[in-house]
């Protein structure tokens, strides 16, 4: 316990916890924004790939995003929003399970299908909309899918009307690094429009930044 409280009194006198006077209890403080800062200036990946990735949003209108893989999760490494996206769309940092939308599903593509399956019980899905896909062998399906098709498509898996699509961004040596993805109004972009505009889009813009 008094471990813990050297730490956290640390973490608050450097202003990565602030105190509140009345209930006594901390919440984030604004200098953590600034490990992301860092972080996201510091990347070579993320420095390699945004300008692509502008040119990309530029180009299409739509959201774009890179991700990364952590465990069973992908994180937002960056975010280019469109106009109609909310606010929590539009940060970087944010984790979703990763089978529930494009990106995460062209990650774990990547695996093999024990290390899916493990993945899948560690973090059981749920849904988010009505048309959530959940049941672990359908989601096995369209993730080999996405092994096989080199892209992954969604549809409505975690917010109503919305579609994604996504590539794998890799190394020199043809290892994954992350995913990149677009998302869209699904009344704008039905499937095979998406299929046909902006899959097309992303594939060149993922053999752009791999040539970088």
């Known amino acids: 316990k008094s471990a813990a409280q050297r730490f956290v009194h640390t973490w608050e006198r450097l202003g990565y916890l602030v105190k509140d006077a009345a209930s006594r209890r901390y919440r984030l403080g604004p200098r953590v924004v600034e490990l992301g800062y860092f972080f996201l200036r510091s990347d070579r990946l993320v420095s390699m790939a945004a300008p692509h990735l502008v040119a990309l949003r530029d180009r299409c209108g739509l959201a774009v995003h890179m991700s990364v893989l952590a465990d069973c999760d992908m994180v937002y490494l960056l975010r280019l929003p469109s106009r109609q996206m909310t606010l929590a769309e539009m940060l970087p940092g944010r984790r979703m399970p990763a089978w529930c939308n494009s990106a995460g599903r062209i990650l774990l593509a990547q695996r093999d299908d024990a290390a899916v ?3 899948l019980l560690r973090a059981p899905p749920r849904a988010f909309t009505p048309r959530t896909v959940v049941e672990p062998e359908a989601l096995m399906a369209l993730i080999r899918q996405a092994r096989d098709d080199g892209y992954a498509l969604t549809e409505d898996q975690v917010l109503q009307n919305q579609v ?9 040596q043809s290892l994954p690094l992350a995913a990149i993805s677009v998302s869209a109004p699904r009344h704008d972009y039905p499937v095979d429009r998406l299929l046909r505009d902006i899959v097309p889009q992303l594939f060149r813009t993922a053999q752009a930044i791999q040539g970088t």
Do not use: N, T
């Open 117 to 119: 399956r493990q993945a």
């Open 164 to 172: 994604g699509a996504a590539v794998l961004l890799r190394d020199a």
